[in-house]
């Protein structure tokens, strides 16, 4: 598909599977956004103040969403502690949780009572891989690496580790940021997968380290690295699919001056036209070959991989389907909501395609 001169493209929706939807205010803002970027299905993070620790609070957390925005598919999880029990894993299952989230402690955004290591916990691995639970990792280590590593390159062993002691466990490597994780991922059996995001595909460190909206963890890396995980988007592997970790914070803790920003890009409203617009660049720099960025591969990068790790029906035929024309619409700054609240939008000024929803 020559994407620059393409007018108009009709998708089935997107699945986002890694958004952070918050609550109170800041979810009343941004839960009625989803749609907007074309998607119908998410998967929930949990790391909420305080921690979603039970499935009684998850699924308050899901009638909480349902209730603000009912046309969209909740996948929730349960944050993974220190105390969490094979039973609760069992008990989650049941309830149809969706994942548990693993977050190294002090590594991001309310990672305070995350897990310090991995080790210890074969129990949980052995419950979460018996009733079919995904495990999702933010795979970074905390505290300097050595050898010159990144953060997420210096967790990859541990990822390998998990995954050969129990093979059947899903795991979802979330957000890949390198080219050496995405190796990792394909080095792995099929019940390995990744997300890759909108913004790890047009952000690189150099721009995230000087721009607070840009700022994020994993910290985006090298242009080889973005153009790596731009190739794994556009190869049609049914291990990488779509989550775009939108992360919104308010506007004024972004901007502070003094204070270290809050790591999280924004980009929920535009969540697929942001993609869309980072495979464009790529044809235009020649890292991705024009021929391919097909149809087929749009719908599986956005839609049919993802589904089928969480082994959610097929959607892509007979359900609703997403319009993209090419209106000059132009991303706005923020998006505004009650008792002042404000969220800045990436790549704001930037020309993308108009969406709207066909049924
Ligand atoms: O893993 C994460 C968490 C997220 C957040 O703000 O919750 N922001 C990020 O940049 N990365």
Redesign the pocket.
Known sequence: MRLRETQKIVLPPTADMHV?LRQGEMMKLVTPSIRRGGVDTVFV?P?LQPPIRTVERALEYKSDLQSIEPDVTYLMSLYFHAELTPNVVAEAAKAGLAGIKVYPQGV???SDAGVASLDGFDDIFEAMQQHDLVLNL?GEVVGTPAQGLTHEEAFLPTLKSIHAKFPKLRIVLEHCSTAAAIEAVRGCGPSVGATITAHHLYLTGDMSNVDPHAF??PIPKTPEDRDALLKAATSGDSKFFFGT?S?P?PLASKSAQGMAP????FTQPYATQLVLRAFEEATERGIVAESDVTREKLEGFFNKFGRAFYKLDDNSVNGPKIVLERKGEKIPTSIQGEEGLEVGISRSGDEVFSLRWEK
């Not at 809050?262 to 890009?265: E, R, S, T, Y």
């Open positions: 952070h993070m790391n991001t955004t309310n933010h994020c963890k970790d992360a914070h809050p790591a999280g890009v």
